[in-house]
Structures are given as structure tokens and as C-alpha cells.
């Protein structure tokens, strides 16, 4: 996950050299986005995966189902790439025009078969996961990272594409030759595995129930950003403000990255028959470090300063702003960890409807966040938009303990 967010930056730094980077790197930025947002499934099927993969016999299985999300998120980008659908979405949602449409309008296009990559890489992620070969993800996680830099670094030195479609091309072939690679390497321990259940296969209909409230669930976090950017928007320093935000979330999600893996490395754990309360100690240890290097970060003003100033390269109002929107979120680390734990239980358990409901009222809390903060007091926007996420987060992980506590007993 540290590799995925680090090729970020890497394909900028490369844009940045294009005869026009500001608009490469802005309509790259926006064409993935819509691209990721089709793709919207792959942040779940990992988790199906660590949840049904029982046997060679529910493997079959689970792959049908796994190839007909491949199969209708590559048809809806294909959609999304015909120029009367993109001249649409481009000039009615987004309201870009000129080089800027161009460019997104052209990196749609080498977009076309990520979604679908993208399905099937995390399916194959959670499979090796399941076995408990770790080592082979490490291998098509690197496979991956090297070609999309190889491939953006040959385009720009050749000239052969321009602006934005230099890295769009670079991400879908990096991620297909980590998919192939992963299918390669993958491929014989997979058949060898015998399984620890005595489960034939699941139904299609089983999957669907359980995969749905996941789908949804994961749909309503995206409304967050919308959501804080029109809030921030209507506070004091809206410009300041979102730039600080976006800056202090971002390298906060760079630092904790380890949390982000818990709730996949707790689901295999918990299929492998580990106790799930020393899963959760280990869950905890990890945000105890995670903590310890985000508070280094954030209450150590030389090293704030160092970290704000010279490396992210803020300045003035701006580095002052982020460096306090990192403090307030420094405080999430361990309920981040503790939120995935239980709602690796929930999976396990095959309870997913209450994620549903947890990401509901992590929607209200954020609402009524942003309301009273917008018409009641006189905050700025960095409070508005860093408070947001402190706060929903933290209140996300106390809902999930409490739908999810008595479930962690029960995972087998």
C-alpha cells in the first residue's frame, strides 16, 4: 500500500517536466479519479476473497463472481471513455474545457482496462493472502511499481505519447504486468492449497448478499470530500484552508499507511485460525508505533517545521495551517486499527449489514459537523475540514466497537 501511494508523486515528478504540466498532471489527476471511482469494487473484493476462499472447490466459484465485476467495470469504462459520454461528464459534472478536457478526455482512453485490472489484482491479492504467501504479493507489488515507472520515464524520454497520457498509460501497464505476474507466481501454490473447511462452494447469491453492504458501504465515504470541500468553502481562508487540509491528510495517510492493512491482515489471520484477541494485540501494537511516529511528527515543532516546511515545501499561512491540521489528526491511528479489527469481524461473520449502519452515521456525524461548524461559530476552514475527519473517523471506530465487540468472540 506504501508502493501505491508512493507512485503518486513519482508520475507528477515525471509530468512535470511535459511542455504544459499543469494541465498533464490535472487531467490525469481527474481522469483517474473517475476511473477509480468505476473501479469502486476492488476496494472490497480483497475482503470476499479472504472471506470465501475456503477450498480449490469455493476458489471456482468465488472466481465467477470475481470476472463478472471484471466484466461490468471494464463495459461501464468503455462507456465512460466514448467521446459523447466524456464530452458530457467533462463539460456538465466537472466543468473543465479546453487542454484540460483534452487531456482528461485522452487519459480516459489508456484508462480503459484498469477497473478491471484492478478487480482481479486485489482478488489475487487476497488469494495469496489466504494461503498465508505474503512473499508473493511482495512480488507482484514490485513488478507492478517498476514497470509503471519504467513505462511513464520511456514515453516521456520518446516522446511516443504527451501530457497526461504518459501516465495514464504507465499505471494500466504497471498494473497489468503485476496482474499477470501475480496470476504466474500464484498459480501452483493456488491449486496445491487444500483448504480448512469442509465447504463445497458458496452461491452466487450468498456472495452477492454479503458483498453488497460492503459495495454501499464503501460508497458513502465518498461523499466526504464533496461534503468538506462545500464547507470549507463557505468558511474563513477557504483557499488556504482545503490546500492545508488536503496536504496534512495526505502525508498523514503516507505516514499511518501501516494501519491501512489491518483489516486485510486480520481477515487472513482470522481464516487461518489465529485467536482473534491476540490479532486484535497485534492490531494494537501497531497503532501504538504508528502513534509514536505520527506524535514525533506532530508535537515536536523542529520537526514539524522540517517535515512541513522543507520536505512537503509549505510556506507562511499554509505550513501553520497543516501543521495543525496533522496535529488533529494525529489522535486517529489506534482507532483506525481498532476499527478494522471489528470490522474484520463483521466480515468473518458473515455480518456485514451493520457496516451499512456505521457508515451512515459516520455520514450524519459528518453533516452535522460541518453545519454547525459552518453556522455556528466563526472557525476556519482547516478546523472544519481536519476536525471532520479527526471526528468522523474516531466516531466511525467507536460505532464499528459497538456493532462489532460481541462478534469478535465468535470468529472461528
Known amino acids: ?56 472447490a469455493s476458489l471456482k466459484e468465488l472466481r465467477k463472481f470475481v470476472w463478472m465485476w471484471v466484466i461490468l467495470v471494464t463495459g461501464i469504462a468503455l462507456v465512460v471513455a466514448i467521446p459523447q459520454t466524456t464530452e458530457l461528464l467533462l463539460t456538465t459534472v466537472f466543468s473543465v474545457s479546453g487542454d484540460l478536457k483534452e487531456n482528461t478526455a485522452e487519459a480516459l482512453i489508456w484508462l480503459i482496462p484498469l477497473p478491471g485490472l484492478l478487480v482481479l489484482k486485489m482478488h489475487l491479492y487476497g488469494a495469496v493472502l489466504r494461503i498465508s504467501r505474503p512473499r508473493l504479493a511482495w512480488i507482484g507489488t514490485g513488478a507492478g511499481a517498476i514497470t509503471t515507472v519504467a513505462v511513464a520515464m520511456f514515453l516521456f524520454t520518446t516522446d511516443f505519447l504527451k501530457g497526461s497520457s504518459i501516465a495514464a498509460a504507465a499505471m494500466t501497464v504497471g498494473t497489468l504486468v503485476e496482474t499477470a505476474t501475480l496470476i504466474i507466481v500464484a498459480i501452483q501454490p493456488l491449486r496445491k492449497f487444500k483448504g480448512t473447511s469442509t465447504t463445497s462452494k458458496h452461491s452466487m447469491k450468498s456472495m452477492a448478499r454479503f458483498f453488497a453492504p460492503l459495495l454501499f458501504a464503501a460508497l458513502l465515504p465518498a461523499g466526504t470530500h464533496p461534503i468538506l470541500n462545500a464547507g470549507m468553502a463557505r468558511s474563513p481562508e477557504p483557499a ?77 499561512r499554509l505550513k501553520e495551517l497543516s501543521s495543525t491540521g496533522f496535529r488533529l489528526l494525529s489522535i486517529l491511528p489506534i482507532a483506525l486499527v481498532m476499527e478494522q479489527v471489528y470490522s474484520a469481524a463483521l466480515m468473518r461473520t458473515r455480518n456485514t449489514r451493520p457496516l451499512v449502519y456505521i457508515n451512515v452515521l459516520r455520514l450524519f456525524t459528518l453533516i452535522i459537523w460541518v453545519l454547525a461548524t459552518v453556522n455556528l461559530t466563526s472557525l476556519n476552514g482547516l478546523w472544519i475540514g481536519a476536525g471532520a475527519w479527526s471526528l468522523t473517523l474516531f466516531s466511525e471506530a467507536v460505532y464499528t466497537w459497538i456493532f462489532g465487540r460481541k462478534y469478535l468472540r465468535h470468529v472461528s
Do not use: C, W
Request: no cysteine.
Open 240 to 316: 488556504v484552508s482545503i490546500a492545508a487540509v488536503a496536504m496534512a491528510f495526505g502525508f498523514f495517510q503516507l505516514i499511518a499507511v501501516a494501519t491501512n492493512g489491518t483489516q486485510n491482515t486480520a481477515l487472513a489471520l482470522f481464516a487461518d485460525n489465529h485467536d482473534p484477541f491476540r490479532v486484535r494485540r497485534f492490531a494494537l501494537k501497531i497503532g501504538l508505533i504508528t502513534f509514536a511516529v505520527v506524535a514525533l511528527i506532530a508535537y515536536i515543532p523542529p520537526i514539524t517545521n522540517f517535515v512541513m516546511g522543507d520536505i512537503l515545501g509549505a510556506e507562511g
Open 1 to 56: 500500500m506504501t508502493v501505491v501511494t508512493a507512485l503518486m508523486p513519482l508520475l507528477s515528478a515525471v509530468l512535470t517536466r511535459t511542455a504544459n504540466p499543469e494541465v498533464a498532471i490535472g487531467g490525469y489527476g481527474l481522469a483517474l479519479s473517475i476511473s477509480m471511482f468505476v473501479s469502486l469494487p476492488q476496494l472490497r473484493i480483497q475482503q470476499l476473497t479472504l472471506v470465501f476462499f475456503d477450498n480449490r
